[in-house]
């Protein structure tokens, strides 16, 4: 099966600075890799996602990269706020045709500091 | 759009007792929904596949006797907790992938925190 690993499990930025967060996967059917934001005791938020069709997509402040080839993908944060501050997780999924599973990453805590 | 409800957010049950979640998708219709648990610190678990109108697929080691699942609308899944014991205390995250449409995006639930005593 799908094994993602994710790191690093914290990271300390200033506010104003970027913050990168780097996954991989290791199944090469893996086709669907999003990223969800988690704050204290809520549930995941989707905040991007991209598919195997395309090397970056980017929405604001955040952009998401893809290496299929190293099967590696990473999360972008520029100008970090402090309400970027959450566990972030990153997952992995293959194309069933249905609703298929997600393989998730640890988690990073990222800590935006004044 | 994508909003997905959980209720109660919040459970504190004696033990032996069954503890009822629901799971609802708000302004789409989900054929799969996902029933997830996650300790404190922890990525989260899948424990079950939950499918409109048929049996939830169980991951390996999650008793299908113990977390029963229903998914009998297009909006609405169930997980139920029987007799429960403190070491069932978790909290339990479903999501739902719109279909027709989205399907491999899933939007998660905001939790249910359940505590067994």
């Known amino acids: 099966g799908e094994n993602v690993e994710q790191h690093p499990s914290t990271l300390s930025v200033q506010e104003g600075d970027s913050a990168v967060i780097k996954c991989t996967y290791s199944?090469?059917?893996?086709?669907?890799f999003p990223w969800y934001k988690q704050e204290l005791g809520k549930g995941p938020q989707l905040i991007i996602d991209i598919r195997s069709n395309v090397g970056e997509k980017k929405d604001q402040r955040i952009a998401v990269t893809l290496n299929k080839t190293a099967k590696h993908f990473s999360l972008h944060i520029t100008e970090t706020q402090p309400e970027d501050s959450a566990v972030y997780f990153c997952a992995a999924s293959p194309f069933t045709g249905t609703a298929s599973k997600l393989t998730f990453g640890t988690g990073t805590r990222l800590q935006v500091t004044l | 759009g994508a909003v997905v409800s959980q209720h109660p957010s919040r459970v504190i049950c004696k033990s032996g007792t069954s503890v009822k979640i629901e799971c609802r998708s708000l302004?789409?219709?989900?054929?799969?929904m996902f029933w997830y648990r996650q300790f404190p610190k922890q990525s989260l678990m899948l424990m079950a596949t939950?499918?409109?109108?048929?049996?939830?697929?169980?991951e390996q080691g999650v008793e299908k006797d113990k977390f029963l699942i229903n998914h009998a609308s297009l909006t609405l899944s169930t997980l139920t907790v029987t007799s429960a014991h403190p070491e069932d205390s978790s909290f339990y995250i479903c999501s739902a992938s719109p279909s027709p449409g989205q399907i491999q995006t899933q939007y998660f639930g905001p939790g249910t925190r359940l505590l067994v005593l």
């Open positions: 302004d789409f219709q989900a054929t799969t």
């Open positions: 199944d090469s059917a893996s086709n669907y």
């Open positions: 939950s499918n409109e109108g048929s049996k939830a697929t169980y």
